[in-house]
């Protein structure tokens, strides 16, 4: 996984090096800092802040929002939501891009990366997501049980890690997300648009581009259906 230099995050972000120092100190942006107190970023996190980071009208969703809005596309029942939510998730799926239902959504979870000693081991308790489940939307890609992919059940990702036995690395292929659902899910799986949303926040295009175009398939779906 490729880092940037504070300089180089500030140039990608277009702020002041001490705003782009200030966001790896807050852990707005994950990083890992040197012996000599040098800061590098994580491309992969830089992705997501970017694709998360909203102002004005594309202001992001709060989590249970931004659930009830995959939970839509999903063709699923997000009963958590007020009818006044509701109505406003729906807005913005109509008037939405592909794209911009990324970006909304995107701040709903926080992704950190390991390297497990047992990526099967370590799966067996998940809820899979990206690219351990893309069989689910029904793209060219496969899934790929080389990697962990997967939302914790309950408690937080470094516990989970800690149980089976996964080192945190920057540069780590594994991948464990903070489970933020506002209600409980006991499916094995992710539904689509999670699977799809978490594939479109990838570094890699391929995978970033498969799940653009699984939402946006959902998203007329859905338009049809409404």
Do not use: C
């Not at 807050?26 to 992969?44: C, E, K, M, V, Y």
């Amino acid at each position: 996984m490729a880092e940037l230099t504070v300089t180089e995050l500030a140039d990608r972000l277009g702020v002041t090096t001490r705003r782009a120092r200030d966001l790896l100190d807050t852990g707005d942006i994950a990083g890992r800092q040197l012996a000599n107190r040098t800061w590098l970023a994580d491309s992969d996190s830089v992705l997501r802040y970017e694709t998360s980071a909203r102002r004005g009208k594309g202001r992001g969703l709060d989590a249970a929002s931004a659930w009830g809005l995959l939970w839509e596309l999903s063709g699923l029942d997000a009963g958590w939501l007020t009818p006044s939510t509701r109505a406003r998730v729906r807005r913005r799926i109509r008037e939405s891009s592909a794209e911009k239902i990324v970006k909304a959504v995107g701040k709903r979870t926080v992704a950190r990366r390991y390297t497990a000693a047992n990526v099967e081991r370590a799966s067996q308790r998940l809820i899979a997501t990206g690219r351990a489940a893309a069989r689910v939307l029904g793209t060219d890609l496969i899934d790929d049980r080389r990697r962990v992919s997967g939302y914790v059940r309950e408690g937080s990702v470094d516990d989970y890690a800690e149980q089976h036995f996964m080192v945190a690395e920057l540069a780590g292929q594994d991948v464990l997300y903070e489970n933020t659902l506002p209600i409980r899910f006991d499916g094995d799986v992710m539904p689509a648009a999670v699977v799809a949303a978490d594939l479109a926040l990838s570094t890699d295009t391929r995978e970033r581009s498969a799940g653009l175009g699984a939402i946006e398939e959902l998203r007329q779906a859905w338009l049809a259906a409404h």
